[in-house]
């Protein structure tokens, strides 16, 4: 069965522009998280979508947004980019991370890289 | 100060040896231990996962997790070429929020 599918791998972006990333989870699975990974803080928590509900955000900047589709695709945005905010981006569904015996799986990311 | 904590390495062992791997945590509050192994240019993989004090093995990887010292280990046995990766100790904070260590580069000589 396929994974967790994230669009585009690579992106490269001037300071100041906004920029979109895409998750598609696997099939069936309703809840989709969002992380960024840097070599300096490691693996970070965006936000978690469950039913097109926003249900958990961390503590990043308001320029950080998401919002997932009826389908339960999962789409985030990072306006007025900034240098830091180079980094992988990961996504991670699961069925409902409530049971954790489902577990999270995660895509190979999109690395975004801000010049 | 991290929430958990973890010696990014890196490490580096002869094939067939016994790796530890270890991280500690800060919340009492943490109930579930997860390990993710991570290949370049890859997304995390859920190796493990553990609930509350106790151990759990799976062929030759075995967690443990010490709730008293808030101690998380990995033990990879016979460990291979096939097994370098940076392996990532997690712990599950509410339901939906995964809170991760920096992660350890680990390489496998042959």
């Known amino acids: 069965k396929a994974g967790v599918t994230q669009t585009p791998r690579y992106l490269i972006k001037t300071r100041g522009q906004q920029v979109t990333l895409s998750c598609s989870p696997i099939s069936g699975h309703r809840s989709v998280s969002w992380y960024q990974q840097t070599p300096g803080q490691g693996l970070q928590f965006l936000f978690e979508y469950f039913s097109e509900t926003q249900r958990n955000k961390g503590n990043f900047p308001g320029r950080f947004s998401g919002r997932q589709f009826s389908n339960s695709r999962s789409e985030m945005n990072v306006s007025t980019l900034e240098l830091g905010d180079s980094a992988l981006y990961l996504c991670?569904?699961?069925?409902?991370?409530?049971?954790?015996?489902?577990?999270?799986?995660f895509g190979s990311g999109t690395r975004l890289t801000v010049v | 100060q991290k929430e958990v904590e973890q010696d990014p390495g890196p490490l580096s062992v002869p094939e067939g040896a016994i790796v530890s791997l270890n991280c500690t945590y800060s919340?009492?509050?943490?109930?579930?231990f997860m390990w993710y192994r991570q290949y370049s240019r890859k997304g995390p993989e859920l190796l493990m996962y553990t609930y509350s004090s106790g151990n759990k093995e799976d062929g030759r990887f075995t967690a443990q997790v010490d709730k008293s010292s808030k101690y998380i280990s990995l033990f990879i046995r016979d460990s291979q070429p096939s097994d370098s990766a940076t392996y990532l100790c997690a712990s599950l904070q509410g339901a939906q929020k995964l809170v991760f260590g920096q992660g350890t580069r680990l390489t496998i000589n042959p």
């Open positions: 991670a569904s699961s069925l409902d991370p409530g049971a954790v015996n489902y577990g999270y799986t």
């Open positions: 919340n009492s509050a943490f109930q579930y």
